[in-house]
């Protein structure tokens, strides 16, 4: 009677923090954990990238120099082949080896990816060779429906310097996998050879099987996070749900509308900011009866609905912009205390905060466009929002709102001067952002328009936390 399959450790470990990325077993020394822990300078990008594709199985998220086993590539290319079909393997029926319980071999062999070094055992402690690695991956393709896609692009397999080495088993794999330019040869004076039976590196295997998903893989959107990464994504997107894939359709006809050929990226972004701002009320009611339906945390309350909480606003700014072709990163933390969502947005080269939903005013106020929270600093922001991520810093100034449009008065006495300019010319309004610390406030604004009571017959002024302050003026006859 075989022994049965033990599924243990088969969840993804997608999000790794940089103290987990470089661990090592505690009995290693430091040099030798620096040296198996972290990976190679040329891999760094790639590991970093398959891991945020849910590419790697838990457990091989370190000591990426060291030699991969049997065992540990049978599980990658199963995760492999789950992420390139997007469904789950087989679970594993009767087991034929008597070495080894674990499920992920079990499901290789339900599979036909792999099988046995002999009737009954699979030998999963042994290094994989090249050759036994370009046979489980060949095998994970052809499993995963890409047997005609390989067959039909292959081009002419180089002639290896030691192909009398390659084993009968693995010679066809070995030849489709060279011609189609997913395994290659080493140059060794001169000569290209394949060393069939020389082991290969966790990195190695983990650039490798990304590098396979980069060519044949697709991009599956099930929920609004998937959403968000699809317009950020170079792979085939396919919508398993039909909603997503209608707040697909509407950004895309939304960005049709407002964005023009020949804008730069802060008049796109410009743009986005307005369309959400003109376009969206803030759920005010529900947010303080703790009421807010789940639809209001959604880009699809946003675009669909016209009313959402902030993480409606910054995901449909991220989607938007993303499309756009402006990068753009949601960032979560506090704003006064409570929960908050933002965007991180790179115009120009440079990074800054974008937060549409401070822009908004509450209650809605149709038709008012505010920019105090568009394009500032970390410095600014953090007057009254709090975060930690590992995003650059965002210390331009080039693009915030007010300084590109001249708004942005540096001292008390040029605010007086604008604020002065203004009512001798008789505007009706003027916006304008302080840039400087002010410990008077109001007091000094109403001191100075109290000067002009022969001129102004009324005035009002709203102000935000970011410095800006904007009046009204009526004049006397």
């Known amino acids: 009677m075989g022994t049965k399959w033990i599924k243990l450790g088969l969840s993804l470990f997608i999000g790794l923090s940089a103290v987990q990325l470089s661990a090592a077993p505690p009995q290693q020394t430091a040099a030798a954990a620096t040296a198996a822990g972290t990976p190679s300078e040329w891999a760094k990008q790639e590991i970093a990238d398959a891991i945020t594709s849910g590419l790697i199985p838990y457990g091989l ?32 029926n009767k087991n034929p080896f008597r070495d080894t319980t674990n499920y992920r071999i079990g499901q290789a062999y339900e599979l036909g990816i792999i099988k046995g070094t002999s009737a009954t055992t699979f030998s999963p402690k042994e290094k994989v060779t090249r050759e036994q690695l370009a046979l489980m991956l060949h095998n994970t393709l052809e499993k995963a429906g890409y047997k005609q896609q390989l067959q039909e692009n292959k081009g002419v397999a180089p002639k290896f310097a030691d192909d009398k080495l390659i084993a009968a088993w693995s010679r066809d794999a070995v030849g489709i996998l060279a011609a189609n330019d997913i395994m290659k040869g080493n140059w060794v004076a001169g000569q290209v050879r394949f060393d069939p039976r020389v082991t290969t590196t966790r990195e190695q295997a983990i650039v490798l099987v990304y590098r396979i998903y980069e060519r044949f893989g697709t991009y599956f959107v099930h929920d609004e996070t998937d959403l968000l990464g699809a317009a950020k994504q170079k792979l085939p997107v396919v919508f398993k749900d039909q909603r997503l894939q209608a707040v697909d359709a509407k950004a895309r006809e939304v960005l049709a509308e407002i964005i023009a050929p020949g804008m730069t990226e802060v008049e796109r972004e410009l743009a986005i900011h307005d369309y959400i701002l003109l376009q969206t009320a803030y759920d005010y009611d529900n947010y303080m009866n703790d009421t807010v339906p789940a639809e209001s945390y959604t880009v699809y309350g946003v675009l669909f609905n016209g009313i959402a909480v902030c993480q409606g606003y910054a995901g449909a700014a991220d989607l938007l912009l993303s499309m756009a072709g402006i990068e753009s990163h949601i960032v979560v933390g506090t ?8 965007n991180k947005v790179k115009i120009g080269g440079q990074y800054y905060n974008l937060d549409v939903t401070w ?10 466009l505010t920019y105090g929270y568009f394009n500032v600093t970390d410095e600014e922001l953090r007057r009254d929002h709090a975060w930690s991520d590992k995003l650059p810093a965002a210390t331009a100034q080039t693009f915030n709102y007010y300084r590109m449009n001249g708004l942005a008065v540096g001292s008390p006495a040029e605010f007086e001067a604008r604020i002065g300019a203004a009512i001798e010319a008789r505007e009706a309004a003027l916006t304008l952002k302080r840039i400087y610390k002010d410990d008077k406030g109001p007091e000094s604004w109403e001191a100075l328009l109290g000067g002009y009571a ?24």
Do not use: I
Request: charged content about 25%; proline content about 7%; aromatic content about 12%.
């Open 335 to 342: 704003a006064d205390g409570g929960s908050h969502a933002w």
């Open 454 to 477: 022969s001129t102004l017959a009324s005035y009002s002024y709203t102000m935000d936390n970011s410095g800006v302050v904007s009046f009204k003026f009526k004049y006397r006859s």
């Open 61 to 92: 998220t370190n000591s990426y120099r060291q030699a991969l086993t049997r065992q540990e590539f049978c599980e990658m290319a199963v995760q492999l082949y789950e992420v390139l079909t997007d469904t789950d393997p087989p679970a594993p």
């Open 359 to 368: 822009d908004d005013p509450v209650p809605d106020a149709e038709g008012r």
